[in-house]
């Protein structure tokens, strides 16, 4: 082996079998969310390197606009809960932003009215979420990283696949109070509902400051300075 130094930058709470494997060699690893360091001993949290198009905000309460994603690919169950509660969604918010990737393409049209935007892809989300006062997501690191960076409180439906790692980015984010989560399996269109109406004013304003809590958008420089340090040994 050349004995050369590396660092690791793992983006779930929960390490995967690649870092778990090189992280005892590491020079350094870098985490994303609070929990990591519980299984990787000293870890750095860092956090995930973003755009600077990120901007922090103090959301609206009542919330005006809701933005709703389930990532890249999109989620079919979050799509079919948004679609089937859409009327009362619209009377709630003066705008529903629902990415709903190419999957949901024909369910964009067919659903077209007034107060939904429907998209089933954005190369801008850093200006859905300077739009937006509420999000609704899967539980994937870069979604709840953007979330953060913005200060935006966040409903979570965390993915069953790739082992239960979703679980647990949403437990991080709920146990340090910025969002709510709802099971995969409980979502549906009266469930999201209830969720939102049962979410007091004060509820809100205290996830979004401890959404704008956990966000560092300062993360490059963070990794950048643990490199530096790596470097300089």
Known sequence: ???IPYVLHEKDVRPGLATRYFAASAAAVCTTLPGTEKRLPGAILTGVPLRQEFKPRTPEVPPRRLLVTG????ARRINEAVWSALGALCERFEEVIHVAGEQGAEGVKAQARDRYTGLTFTDDMAGLMARADLVISRAGVSTIAEAAAVGLPMILVPGTFG???QLENAAAI???GAAIRIADEEL????LIAV???????????MAAASAGLGRRDSAQRVLAVLHEVAGK
């Open 188 to 191: 549906t269109g009266p469930q």
């Open 71 to 74: 990532g890249s690919q999109g």
């Open 174 to 176: 709920v146990a340090a």
């Open 1 to 3: 082996m050349r004995r």
């Open 196 to 206: 939102l109406d049962g979410l007091p004013g004060e509820h809100l304003r205290s």
């Open 163 to 165: 082992g239960g790692h």
